[in-house]
């Protein structure tokens, strides 16, 4: 008899271990992308803006060499975060027109080059702003109704993972328009607050697991260290950093608040730092980017025209003067993810 208990208890015990490793395995059915050209797979392909690059030698380590409208060399962090997901190698971007149903599925990114928190940064690049990507979203859903039924989408809605990704355009472009209403630090504080606003209607429309990217050193990507960072000592824009050290200060704790308050999980995710001490104590290029002579090349600059591109980009941490390497997102989305997506299940 006693055998008999101890043979059922080991059944139990198996059968709730195995149900716990299926649940952890199909509690993220698909990843939900917001925000800027970090995680733009190409949905300004077809809008009439300056910001593209579905032209070589963007995409020259994809997968087949193809310019998809990835900002980079090779995949950005919404692919590389799907893969690290389990769910798939790309994320598709919302405005390809050749989507079929079933590629929506595993999420999408509804990301877009030069976007930002601010709606003027989105309307000075002719760009879809964060606000206009949550209307997407809430038709995304309606597609995923209309084809795989309410239980599907809300499957979908509750137990995907929501990354928000934004605030370098407005740092670093939309600032000088909004000076006269702002001082440095005051708009910093309005872009975090915007995000929390942001967070908190895609709460509304409900969303459980959310991750917020803070800032990034913006003052330290190549463009600004041209601009701004002295001919001969190429330093980074410090005012600019500053201001995203402000944004991140008053965007941390507000979201560990808000994760206390609301139902669900809701992470500030610190890339701030990886970023910057890659940048700081560099085994690879940091100052300049591999397309051109990296010093200013960025979109339509950085094409097939210009000779002086890099050969091997994985030895550059930007691509251009404004975008990591395919390299570089994968070791800081290495280093964050296993911190991070440990919280979510």
């Known amino acids: 008899m006693k055998l008999q208990m101890l043979w059922l208890a080991l059944a139990l015990i198996a059968i709730e271990a195995n149900a716990a490793a299926q649940g952890k395995n199909t509690t993220i059915p698909a990843l ?11 949905n300004n392909n077809n809008l009439p803006t300056l910001l593209k690059c579905n032209f070589p030698p963007y995409g020259k380590d994809f997968p087949g060499g193809s310019a998809t409208g990835r900002f980079s060399d090779g995949r950005v962090p919404s692919d590389l975060i799907a893969e690290k997901l389990g769910l798939a190698k790309t994320l598709p971007a919302y405005m390809n027109p050749n989507l079929k149903p079933e590629d929506l599925l595993k999420g999408v990114t509804f990301a877009s080059g030069g976007t930002g928190y601010d709606p003027l940064t989105a309307q000075i690049m002719s760009v879809i702003s964060v606000w206009d990507q949550l209307t997407y979203f809430k038709e995304y859903i309606s597609k995923i109704k209309k084809h795989f039924g309410e239980e599907k989408a809300k499957d979908i809605v509750e137990n995907s993972f929501f990354l928000v990704v934004s605030s370098s355009n407005d740092l670093a472009h939309t600032y000088l328009p909004r000076a006269h209403r702002y001082d440095r630090t005051s708009y910093a504080n309005f872009l975090a607050d915007a995000a929390i606003k942001f967070v908190k209607e895609l709460h509304k429309l409900g969303a459980r697991k959310i991750g917020v990217f803070s800032a990034v050193p913006v003052g330290c990507v190549p463009l600004q260290r041209t601009v701004f960072g002295g001919l001969l000592t190429r330093g980074c824009n410090q005012p600019l950093n500053n201001m995203a050290k402000q944004f991140n200060s008053r965007l941390s704790p507000a979201l ?8 669900g999980v809701i992470l500030y995710i610190n890339v701030y730092d990886t970023l910057f001490d890659m940048i700081q104590q560099p085994r690879k290029y940091a ?4 397309c051109g002579k990296g010093n200013l090349a960025i979109s339509y600059l950085c094409n097939s025209l210009n000779p002086f591109t890099c050969s091997n980009s994985s030895t550059y941490i930007f691509w251009d003067s404004y975008h990591p390497t395919e390299r570089a997102y994968q070791v800081i989305v290495d280093n964050l993810l296993d911190k991070y997506l440990s919280k979510l299940y």
Do not use: A, N, P, Y
């Open 32 to 42: 939900i992308v917001f925000g800027d050209s970090i995680m733009d797979t190409g």
């Open 256 to 263: 560990d608040s808000l994760d206390k308050e609301l139902d």
């Open 287 to 290: 100052d300049k980017g591999c």
